[in-house]
C-alpha cells in the first residue's frame, strides 16, 4: 500500500547537502526545523522511504510474533527478542539486547467462590476460540487471567458493589452509610486505570477486591461476542497490571535505578508499589451469580450494567472467599536495542520504540504497533544502503516486560539516565494500532511538527490527511467548532498521562515524547484477553493493514524531521497555548469548586437536602465541605505571559535564520541545538510531586486517582482536587517557577539566533 | 392525617360575611382575590375544612371500587358509578348520572407469532401476581392486554426495531439505509405517548406495530417485580389508547358532539381518530425473543435497553405474523355530576373532576386521584350542614371512560359547551396520586392561587409546606437556581398537554384548568398493568394515604378560595410572564434552528461527514435541509408587551379594590367577574389548529408528534419544528391577535376595577 503525498505547490527547488542552508528570500518556512530547501530534501527522503514500505511485511511479523503467548518471561519472548534483534541486526543497526531482572509475580492458586446465600464457585477460565488458529498454543502456554502484583491472600467477607471503585464511588456509598471496611469490593472496569479500583478499595478498608468487565461496556451489548462478533466473549477476561502505577512505574525492587542482574533489591515487604489486597479479574459470566446474589438497595442508575439483573450494592447477603497466591519470581526482560549513528549530531537520539511482550499473544496489544517499529527499522535501513544517514543518532527498541508496569522501558531509562538527559531529543512511542482515526498525544513543544506530519500522511479510507480526517470527526462530532477549526487550519495533540513506555522518558527525565496510533474504527473486546489474536485483528481491527502502513508513514516523518532538521523542530507557542490553556483550567476549577462549594453547603445549611430526599430511601445529604480560599494565582499568570512572549520571539527569530536573514555559526548552533532539546527538561523538579517522587514533570502526570488518565499541571490540579489548599499554593510556586525557567530557556536559544 | 396550617402572623382580625370587605389601611394582599376580611374567613373556613378530612375513608373507598376490573362498558364500572352517585346524594349535592354512549372496541383475536427464523408464539398473557387480593377477579373479568383503537388486520412481514417510533428515530433509519414500507415496527414504549409510535409507523408505511416495555425504563433495572418488588414482572403488559388523541379525543363517532343515545354518528370509515395499522402491546417476555432474531446493524446506543441481548434493527431475518380482531361495540359511559349552588353567582361555576373507569382495577390509575374528589365533596357537604353555602356554584364529577380517549369528559363537555362557555369559571382535574412532590399543571392566570395554596399545605413528612418541599428538591437536583428561589419566593405551574380530563375544558373550550397530582417517591411499573391493585398501592405508593390528604387539602383549597374569592382569583402577571418565556423560545428556537441548519449543511457540503463517517458501516450523512428564513416576530413581541403592561395595571387596580382604596359596586363587579374568569376564552381560535381543528387554544396544546407532552404557542411552534415557514408566518399573526385580545380584555376589567 503506497500513497503519493501531496507536494507544495509553491516548493522552490531545493538544495540539498548544507547542514543549514539559507534561502535568498523570506518566507514562512513550511516545515518547523527546516529551512526551505532542507525541507525539500527531507520531502525527497520521505517519498523514497515511503516507497519501501511493505504491507506484506507487517502480516508476516505479526503471524509469527503471534503464534504463541509471549508474556514477559515466557520463552516465546524471548524468542521474539531475538528474532527482532536479527533483523534490526540484517537492516544494519548495531543492535544488542539488553536484560534486566525484574519482579514479575504469576499465579499459583486463584479460587473464587459464593459461598452464601448460594454456593457458587466462579470458574475463572477464559477459554480460547476454538476457531482461532493459535487456541491450543494459548491453552498450553497461556497465563490465566489475573491482576499482576496482587497480594497474596485467603480472605472471606460480605460483598458490596462500588460500581467503578472510584474515589466519587465511596462518597455515593457513604451518602447511603455503607462502608466497605473488612468487606470484598466488587468493580466494574471502567472509569479509571484498573489499579485504582484496588487501591481506593485498600485505602476505605476493604480487605479483597474483584473487577470484571460489564457486558453494556464491554460485550454484547456492543455486538456479537467473538468469533461471531468482534465484541468480548461471555467467559473473556481483560488481565492486567495493578501494580500503583500513578505512584511510580518499573520494577518494585529497584526505585529509580536498573534492575540489573546485579542491583540492589528492597524487600517484597519494603516495595510501596505493590497491591495491598487480594484482587482478581473475572469474566461477566463469573459475575453475574455474586451480582445476583446482592441484596440492599438498588445500585444508582449510572452504576448500572448491561447485566439482566437489578443492580445492588449490598454488604451481602452475598459473602464470597477469595484466595490468591503467586510466584513472587524475578524474570530477565529482554529490552531490544538498535543504534544508526547520527552523521552531524551523534550526540543528539531520536528515539523509537514499542513493547513486544503481551498479556497472551497479543496481535492489536502490542504487535500491531511493533510490527511499525520494525518496517519503520527496515525502511530507513534501505535508505542507509544507498549511502544516506541521519543527521542526528536513531535508535529503535522493542520494550519487554511492559504489560506487568512498564518493566522493560522504566529500567532502560532509570539505568540510562544521565546518557539519556544529556542526548536524547525525543522519544516517540506506540502501543498498538487499529482503523480509524490519528491520536497523537505528546510534549507541546512538538506539537507544530506533528500537525505538519498529519497533515502530509494521506489516509487510507478516503482522499484526504489524517489531519483533515480527524478534524472533520472532531466537527462531526461537535468537539470542535467549524469556524474556529477554519481559521486555525491546526491539528492539537493532547498531552500524556501514562499507560505506555512513554513515562519514564517523559515523566521521569523531561525527554520531549510522543505517543502514537491509529484508532476508532476497530472493532473488539479483545483487550488483555485470550481473543487478542493475529485472526482477530485481521478481521476487524485493521485488515487490510493500510492503517500500519499510515502510521509507519506518521512516526516515520517524526523520527525523520527530528534527525534531519536544521535546528530541532520544536516550536515553544504550543507549550505556551497549552500551559496557558492548562492554567486558564486551573483558575476556573478554582472558581467553580469555590462556587459550588457555596451552593452546596448553603443547600445543607436551608435544609433543602434533607426536605428533598426521600424519607424511606435512606439517602443522607452530602457531607460540608471547607470554603475554597483565594489562591495566589499571579506567579503562574506571570510565568504564563512571560512564555508566550518568549516563545513568540523564539519563533521570529527561528525564522529569521531559517529564510536566511540571519545566519548562525556552527559553534552555535550546538549550543543552540542543546537548549532546544533540553528545553522539556525545565519542567523537571527533581523532588518530583507530591506522594509520588518518581513522577517529576511538573506540567504533564498521570493522575493519582485516575491512572492513566492525564492530569496536567499536576501539582496544583490535584491539589485543588483534593482540596489541600497549602499543597496547592506551594505547587502554584514550584511550577510558576519551572515554566519561568522554560522561559529562560527559550529566551536564551532566540537569543543565540539572534547574534546575541 | 391531619396537620395545622401555619396562619401569617401579620394577619389582622377579619371581618365575616360581606361580600367585599375593605379595609382602612393599604397593604398586599395575602389572597388572591380576596380582601383581608375575607381571606381571614376563608383561612377559618379552610380550617374547617380540613377538620373534616377522613384517611380511612380513603383506604375503604378505594379498597370497595377496586375489588374487581372496572373498565368503561363493564359491570363494576357501573356499579362504581351507582356508588359515588349514591355518596354524593348523602352528602347534600344534587346529583345524576349523565350517559353517553361511546364507541369502545375491546379485542376479539390477538395473535403474534414470530415465523422466522424459528418459530415463536408470544403468550400474550398478563397473569395477575398470584398473592395479591384481587387476582382471581381479574383472571375473570379483566379485559386482556390490548391497544384501543387499533385496526383490524391479518399482517405478515419482516420485522424492524425502530427505538421509541418517533420521526427522529426514523431519520436515524434512513441515514442506514433502512425503509420500514411493508414491515412490521417494534418500537419500545417511552419518549412519547404511545399513539404516537403506530402513527408514525403507518405514515413511514409500515402495516403493523409492537409496543413492548423495555426492562431498562420499566422492569428489573429499576428493581424487583411486583410481588416482590413495585416494578414491572416480566409478563406484565402496559394498556392504553392509541386513539390519535392529539388530533381529537373523544367518542371517534360523534366529532365536537355529545354522543347521546340518538346522536348521528359517522360510520367507522370516516372516523379519523381510529388508527390506520393492527397495533399490539406485549411483554418484554414476549419481546425478548423477537429482538433476539432480528439481525442487521447493532442499533445506535441511545436505542439500547436492559434485555440480554445485542439490540440490532434488522430489518429481518425475523418475521412475524400480527392478527387482531375487535368488538366494535358501543358502550355507555357513565358520568356521574353533582352540584351545590352558589349562593351569590350560582351562574359561576367551579367545577372538580376525576375519571372512575380504570384499564383493570386501576387502584392508582385512576381510583388514588377519584377518592381525593368524593372526600373532598364530603367534607364540603360537612360545612353546608352548618348551613354554609359557597358563593359560587361547585360541580364534583366522576368520568367514565377516561382510559379509552377521555370519553367521558369530551362528550360531556361537547355536549354543554354553550353553558360551560358562558358559566365555567375554572375545571380542576386530578388522575391518580402518590407519596412526593406536588405537580399542578394549569393556566397561568391561576398560577398565583396554585402557588398560595402550596404554600399553605403542609407536606406529611417534612415540617414545611409542600411548596417549599418542591422547590427544595428543584434546587437539590439543580433545576432551579437558589438565588432566584430565594428572591422570588414563587411557585411556578408548568403548563398542560393532554392525557386527562382537562383537555375539552381548556383546549377545547378555553375554560382555566389545573391538573393536580403528588408523585415522584411512589415506586412502581404497575401503570395500565393488573398490577395497579390496592395491594400495591397500600405496599408502594401511598401506604397511609397521608399524600391523599395532602391532595384533598391543595384541592380543596384550590376549589373554595375560587368559589368565595371576592374577584375571581385570576392574576394576569402569570399569564404575562409564561406567554413572555414561551415567546423568548420559539424566537431562540427559530435562531438556533437556523445556526445548526447552517452549520450541518455546511459540513455536509464540506465534505466533513464523507469523512468522518465509518466507510464499513454504511451510515450517511444526514440529508441537506433549506435555510431557515428571518420570521416576522413583531408581531408577537408588541402583544407580549402589551400584555405585561395591561396585567400590571390590572394587578395594581385589583389591590387598590381590595384594600378598600376604590369601591366597586355590585352590578359592576358581575360584568368584572365574567371578564375575569372568562378572560382564558381569549386564547381560543374558532378554527383551531392546523389538521387539527379540535385544538383551540393557541397558548397550550398536546404536541402533534408528541401526544402527551404539551406545545406551548403550538401553532408557531410545531410549524417552525416541521419547518412550515408560512404557516409560522400566519400562526405568529394569529396567535398574537389572540394575545392582544386576552390583553384587551384584561384591561377592560382594570377600568372597572378603576372605576372607569
Known amino acids: ?32 526545523g527546516f529551512s526551505e530547501a532542507s525541507a525539500q530534501a527531507q520531502r525527497n527522503l520521505e ?7 511493505k504491507v506484506q511485511n507487517l502480516r508476516d511479523w505479526m503471524k509469527q510474533m503471534t503464534e504463541r503467548p509471549h508474556h514477559a518471561g515466557s520463552a516465546k519472548a524471548k524468542e521474539n527478542a531475538d528474532f527482532i534483534a536479527e533483523l534490526f541486526k540484517e537492516w544494519g543497526y548495531k543492535t544488542e539486547i539488553e536484560v534486566f531482572h525484574v519482579l514479575f509475580p504469576t499465579p499459583r492458586i486463584r479460587k473464587l467462590s459464593l459461598i452464601e446465600p448460594e454456593r457458587y464457585d466462579a470458574k475463572l477460565l477464559e477459554p480460547a476460540a476454538e476457531a482461532d488458529s493459535v487456541s491450543l498454543a494459548i491453552k498450553e502456554e497461556g497465563l490465566p487471567p489475573f491482576n499482576a502484583y496482587s497480594a497474596d491472600g485467603d480472605v472471606t467477607a460480605e460483598l458490596v458493589y462500588v460500581n467503578q471503585g472510584l474515589p466519587s464511588d465511596y462518597e455515593e456509598l457513604e451518602r447511603r452509610g455503607i462502608d466497605v471496611k473488612g468487606k470484598i469490593v466488587l468493580a466494574q472496569y471502567g472509569g479509571s486505570w484498573r489499579g485504582i479500583k484496588p487501591k481506593v478499595a485498600a485505602e476505605m478498608g476493604a480487605i479483597g477486591c474483584i473487577i470484571y468487565n460489564d457486558p453494556k461496556a464491554d460485550g454484547f451489548y456492543e455486538g456479537d461476542g467473538y468469533p461471531e462478533g468482534a465484541f468480548k466473549h461471555p467467559a473473556a477476561v481483560q488481565r492486567g497490571s495493578i501494580m500503583d502505577l500513578p505512584v511510580r512505574p518499573g520494577d518494585p525492587l529497584t526505585p529509580n535505578y536498573g534492575a540489573t542482574k546485579g542491583a540492589n533489591r528492597i524487600s517484597l515487604q519494603e516495595a510501596e508499589t505493590i497491591m495491598k489486597i487480594p484482587c482478581l479479574p473475572i469474566s461477566y459470566e463469573d459475575a453475574l451469580p455474586l451480582m445476583d446474589a446482592l441484596g440492599g438497595p438498588v445500585a444508582p442508575e449510572t452504576w448500572r450494567g448491561a447485566m439482566p439483573v437489578t443492580y445492588r450494592i449490598g454488604p451481602g447477603p452475598a459473602i464470597v472467599r477469595l484466595k490468591l497466591e503467586f510466584n513472587w519470581d524475578l524474570v530477565p526482560a529482554y529490552n531490544v536495542i538498535a543504534r544508526m549513528e547520527g552523521s552531524i549530531f551523534p550526540d543528539e537520539w531520536i528515539i523509537r520504540g514499542n513493547h513486544h511482550d503481551a498479556w497472551v499473544v497479543g496481535a492489536s496489544d502490542p504487535i500491531s504497533g511493533m510490527i511499525s517499529v520494525m518496517e519503520q527499522a527496515r525502511a530507513i535501513g534501505e535508505l542507509a544502503k544507498t549511502g544516506w544517514r541521519p543527521k542526528r543518532t536513531l535508535i529503535f527498541t522493542a520494550w519487554d516486560a511492559e504489560e506487568p508496569a512498564l518493566l522493560g522501558s522504566t529500567e532502560w531509562v532509570e539505568h540510562h539516565a544521565e546518557e539519556l538527559n544529556a542526548k536524547a531529543v525525543a522519544y516517540i512511542n506506540t502501543d498498538g494500532n487499529s482503523r480509524g482515526f490519528l491520536g497523537i498525544g505528546g510534549s507541546h513543544a512538538l506539537e507544530r511538527l506533528a500537525s505538519e506530519t498529519a497533515f502530509a500522511v494521506v489516509d487510507p479510507q478516503t ?23 477554519a481559521k486555525a487550519g491546526g491539528f492539537g495533540i493532547s498531552a500524556l498521562g501514562s499507560g505506555s513506555d512513554y513515562s519514564a522518558f517523559l515523566q521521569h527525565l523531561g525527554i520531549a515524547s510522543f505517543n502514537v496510533g491509529f484508532g476508532g474504527e476497530g ?23 493500510e492503517y500500519g502502513i499510515a502510521l509507519i508513514q506518521v512516526c516515520g516523518r517524526l523520527t525523520l524531521r527530528l534527525a534531519q532538521a536544521d535546528i530541532p523542530p520544536f516550536q515553544f507557542t504550543g507549550t505556551a497555548r497549552a500551559i496557558s490553556e492548562y492554567v486558564g483550567e486551573v483558575v476556573e476549577m478554582t472558581e467553580k469548586k469555590r462556587k459550588d462549594t457555596e451552593e452546596r453547603n448553603g443547600l445543607i445549611d436551608g435544609g433543602h437536602y434533607a426536605r428533598a430526599l426521600d424519607p424511606k430511601e435512606n439517602v443522607r445529604p452530602p ?10 494565582f499571579a506567579p503562574l499568570l506571570n510565568a504564563r505571559d512571560t512564555l508566550a512572549k518568549n516563545a513568540d520571539a523564539y519563533e521570529k527569530a527561528l525564522k529569521a535564520v531559517l529564510v536566511g536573514e540571519k545566519t548562525l555559526s556552527t559553534d552555535r548552533q550546538a549550543e543552540l541545538n542543546k537548549i532546544v532539546y533540553r528545553s522539556e527538561r525545565a519542567f523537571i523538579r527533581e523532588e518530583g510531586l507530591p506522594r509520588r517522587p ?11 486517582y485516575t491512572g492513566y488518565g492525564v492530569k496536567t499541571l499536576p501539582g496544583i490540579r490535584e491539589a485543588i482536587e483534593e482540596r489541600s489548599w497549602n499543597e496547592a499554593d506551594a505547587f502554584v510556586d514550584l511550577t510558576a517557577a519551572a515554566i519561568s525557567k522554560f522561559a529562560k530557556e527559550i529566551d536564551r536559544a532566540a537569543r543565540i539566533l539572534n547574534g546575541e
Chains 1, 2 share one sequence.
Not at 517519498?47 to 514500505?53: M, N, P, V
Not at 473486546?525 to 485481521?538: A, I, K, P, Q, V
Open 463 to 485: 482522499s484526504v490527511s489524517v489531519a483533515e480526517r480527524l478534524r472533520s470527526s472532531r466537527l462531526v462530532n461537535g468537539t470542535a467548532d467549524q469556524k474556529k477549526e
Open 523 to 545: 472493532r473488539g473486546g479483545e483487550y488483555h484477553s485470550n481473543f487478542d489474536t493475529f485472526d482477530h485483528y485481521t478481521q476487524y481491527k485493521d485488515p487490510t493493514f
Open 623 to 632: 457531607k460540608k465541605e471547607d470554603p475554597v480560599p483565594h489562591i495566589n
Open 47 to 53: 517519498e523514497q522511504y515511503d516507497s519501501h514500505l
Open 694 to 704: 518518581w513522577f517529576r514533570h511538573l506540567i504533564y502526570a498521570p493522575g493519582y
Open 1 to 32: 500500500m503506497k500513497k503519493k503525498i501531496p507536494i507544495c505547490k509553491h516548493v522552490l527547488a531545493g538544495v540539498l547537502g548544507a547542514a543549514l542552508a539559507y534561502m535568498a528570500v523570506a518566507q514562512e518556512p513550511a516545515m518547523v
